[in-house]
């Protein structure tokens, strides 16, 4: 688990995998989807490529979270 900053009541880290199944989640609430729209993440498999190309890449390539995408 990369840390990204800790205080004693928060832990704040990079995305990871594991993390599929709460953005398929998140992603299809409806106020997501009213207010953010459809990002096409409807299977955790679909999570994971978000993840994988999204903000994981993101990390690398830049050295901070999420893209503008």
């Known amino acids: ?20 199944p709460f953005i398929r989640t998140l992603f299809n609430t409806p106020g997501w989807l009213q207010f953010i729209g459809d990002r096409g993440v409807a299977t955790n498999g679909d999570a994971e490529q978000y993840l994988a190309n999204g903000p994981m890449k993101s990390y690398v390539t830049n050295g901070f979270g999420l893209p503008l995408a």
Request: charged content about 20%; glycine content about 0%; overall charge neutral.
């Open 1 to 20: 688990m990369n840390l990204i900053l800790t205080t004693s009541r928060l832990l704040l880290r990079e995305f990871s995998l594991s993390d599929a």
